[in-house]
């Protein structure tokens, strides 16, 4: 009775100092760790202002809740070489902007470049889909595959009858998939691979009753990558569903880009897997079976580029950075999602304005409403700098790819936005060949062929309704 007596009496100072207690470390923790000072601002408004509230929605989506962690992952380490001289130039072509970008990479990822491999695009789910499940078939040792989004639809089934096939050859199968992007099907596909035997993992999975989960619930793992043997290596933008195999005519089509690799370069690819499998589920995948001498394949100098919130923070901001910065003749960047921060668009005027030809190709019409009417209001601070915005007609394009100079070329997951470049774990390689940037060149040709530019006077003229509506949306960029 007398306990009663006094949480009746002291229940709102308790309540009221534990809120304070709370809002002073959320408070000490923005200060101290957020760069730009009106993010800082805005979050300590939102921590004052919204009691209990507030801190709950800083840790959910303004902390970094895995940096910690993921440090110390680290299961195979590679040692550094030095940069080859020519980067695959002729000897009459001036190859020093590349060898500064490269350096610059270095720096950054702490990761080698490896020369003699080969990349191979491979377009929609008609040509990767196949290439992929064939791989599968022929596999003798081992398949590692992580997947943002596995749909549970005809073709997430082909994976998981072709995985289910290699379990019962002996072929060792692990399967890592985003806890978000699994629920983008019902039932899940991790039921479906529970049932074949495969063994899989999901990667942070979200919980709004357990610490942990809630802390984690805004970072994904956005990476698409499939490892065969630990010789044959498939990454690029595309996740696993039905839509991307456009000759099916889904309901909702999606064109996208992937890439076959062989060469020195998978085994770097496969280090990747390995960490957050490791970080995932406590498991080394480690030997011959996962990480076998690779031998050169082909002509096209790599290295990886893994992103994420943890000691990979930023990587592809700074080397999207690098790469722009050292452009001397054209910048060709095919994004679904165009909303760079202030940085990069900087770097892109300043492009511009030293007479660098500057393309930015993007889908008419966006899968996400939101996420366009958010990048409309941002193209005009381009615009006015001299780069060119071309919009691609339906179906809608996930592809991603930069080509520098006509011989740099980045390609993966990683898309122009905050999310990608601050949230999510994304899988990007740089490549430096001539050869294999003309190809890349000439898929971008042909989707400009049938694109049409958007002009400055045309962004004037939206209405105001339409530039209210944009500019809205651009003040949830950085979650979207």
């Known amino acids: 009775m007398e306990w009663q007596v006094f949480m009746s009496r002291f229940w709102p100072h308790i309540a009221g100092g534990l809120d304070l207690f709370i809002c002073l470390l959320a408070s000490g923790h923005a200060l101290l760790h957020k760069r730009d000072t009106r993010a800082a601002t805005i979050w300590l408004t939102v921590i004052w202002i919204l009691p209990v509230i507030g801190p ?17 992952l680290g299961v195979h380490k590679s040692k550094s070489v030095t940069v080859p001289e020519d980067l695959g130039e002729p000897e009459d072509l001036a190859a020093e902007h590349l060898k500064n970008i490269a350096r610059v990479v270095e720096h950054v990822v702490r990761q080698p470049l490896s020369e003699g491999n080969k990349v191979e695009p491979l377009t929609n789910g008609d040509q990767a889909f196949p290439a992929m499940l064939e791989a599968i078939e022929a596999a003798k040792k081992s398949v590692t595959l992580c997947s943002y989004i596995f749909d549970n639809d005809p073709s997430g089934k082909k994976f998981v009858a072709a995985l289910r096939r290699a379990v019962k050859r002996g072929v060792e199968v692990r399967v890592l998939v985003d ?11 991790t039921w479906v691979l529970r049932r074949a035997k495969v063994k899989f993992a999901r990667f942070l999975p979200s919980s709004l009753f357990q610490f942990w989960h809630v802390a984690t619930i805004n970072l994904r793992n956005h990476r698409k990558l499939m490892v065969v043997d630990g010789a044959t290596a498939f990454t690029g933008g595309m996740n696993i569903r039905h839509g991307n195999v456009l000759a ?97 668009i900087s770097a ?56 520098v100079d ?45 694109a049409r530019e958007v002009s400055l006077t045309e962004m004037d003229a939206r209405s105001l309704p339409v530039k209210l509506r944009d500019a809205i949306a651009r003040l949830f960029s950085p979650y979207l």
Request: charged share 20%.
């Open 248 to 344: 099916n005519k889904p309901r909702s089509p999606v064109q996208d880009l992937h890439f076959r690799i062989t060469g020195p370069v998978v085994g770097a690819l496969q280090e990747t897997f390995a960490n957050d499998w490791a970080f995932t589920t406590g498991e080394i995948i480690d030997g011959d079976i996962w990480f076998p001498e690779l031998a050169e394949a082909g002509t096209v100098i790599s290295r990886i580029i893994p992103d994420g919130p943890d000691a990979d923070f930023e990587n592809a901001s700074w080397t999207l950075l690098a790469a722009v910065s050292e452009a001397q003749t054209s910048i060709k960047i095919l994004t679904p999602y165009f909303l760079p921060d202030n940085a990069l």
């Open 179 to 189: 806890s978000a992007g699994a629920r983008y099907s019902w039932p899940p596909i």
């Open 406 to 450: 006509s011989h740099w070329v980045l390609l993966g997951s990683a898309n122009w936005d905050a999310r990608s470049l601050r949230l999510n774990f994304e899988l990007n390689v740089e490549c430096y060949c001539r050869k294999f940037s003309g190809e890349m060149e000439k898929i971008l040709d042909g989707k400009l062929a049938t």
């Open 56 to 72: 709950l929605l800083y840790l959910v989506l303004g902390v970094n809740r895995i940096r910690r962690h993921a440090i110390k």
């Open 348 to 403: 892109l005027n300043l492009a511009a304005l030293r007479g660098v030809r500057v393309d930015i190709i993007l889908p008419a019409k966006n899968n996400l409403p939101v996420v366009h009417w958010a990048s409309c209001s941002m193209w005009w601070q381009v615009l006015r700098r001299g780069c060119h915005i071309w919009l691609t007609p339906a179906p809608f394009d996930h592809s991603k790819l930069m080509i």
